[in-house]
């Protein structure tokens, strides 16, 4: 099985630049996604690290390093949109997720 | 692409009675669809992978007894929560995704059921 780990909260304003840590204990681990769901919604993929590295897409991106178990997920010039939560994912070979339990992003003005 | 439906979206049932979820990906074959359970304020837990064609895998803790889940058809997975009990009432979820999307264009979720048992 898998456990991860991430911070319950961050809160940040309008503009700013937030960082979310995620920290893992694997077996089988293939990669790293992230989702963003908002309250009463279904979560939505943002992203996916198989490789070391930096991954960017649009404001959103996410950093791998497998020797160090540990990914982030960069959110730039925020906005009031982006409050949500944001969980870090595992996958394994046969495809499975294993979610950390999610960071509330609250974004103020 | 990859569009994922899930109904209903809402229901509220009497305690003892078995409610009938349905996930269907409209524009792509689903051979592997997977349920999830989400409290409030917590984590997505994976309930079983549902297998179109054979039966579904549970995870450690799921009764398959209570969670009947057929995947009969290459777009369709049914999770039957049968003799529902007031702690059954959670946000249960499915995701699928075409092979080629995967992994690096992620899971697409169904919009979520939420169901009340009283």
């Known amino acids: 099985g898998q456990s991860l780990e991430q911070p319950s909260e961050v809160t940040a304003v309008e503009g700013a630049i937030v960082q979310i840590n995620c920290t893992y204990q694997?077996?089988?681990?293939?990669?790293l996604s992230w989702y963003q769901q908002h309250d009463g919604g279904a979560p939505t993929f943002l992203s996916y690290?198989?490789?070391?590295g930096l991954e960017e897409t649009g404001r959103f991106s996410s950093f791998l390093s497998r020797s160090d178990s540990y990914g982030y997920l960069l959110l730039q010039e925020l906005q009031m949109k982006d409050s949500a939560s944001y969980f870090c994912a595992a996958t394994d070979s046969w495809g499975k997720l294993q979610f950390g339990a999610g960071t509330q992003v609250v974004v103020t003005p | 692409g990859a569009v994922v439906s899930q109904h209903p979206s809402r229901v509220i049932c009497k305690s003892g009675t078995s409610v009938k979820i349905e996930c269907r990906s409209l524009?792509?074959?689903?051979?592997?669809m997977f349920w999830y359970r989400q409290f409030p304020k917590q984590s997505l837990m994976l309930m079983a992978t549902?297998?179109?064609?054979?039966?579904?895998?549970?995870e450690q803790g799921v009764e398959k007894d209570k969670f009947l889940i057929n995947h009969a058809s290459l777009t369709l997975s049914t999770l039957t929560v049968t003799s529902a009990h007031p702690e059954d009432s959670s946000f249960y979820i499915c995701s699928a995704a075409p092979r080629d999307r995967l992994p690096n264009y992620g899971y697409t979720f169904g919009s979520g059921t939420r169901l009340t048992v009283v």
């Open positions: 524009d792509f074959q689903a051979t592997t």
């Open positions: 549902s297998n179109e064609g054979s039966k579904a895998t549970y």
């Open positions: 694997t077996s089988g681990f293939y990669g």
């Open positions: 690290n198989a490789l070391d």
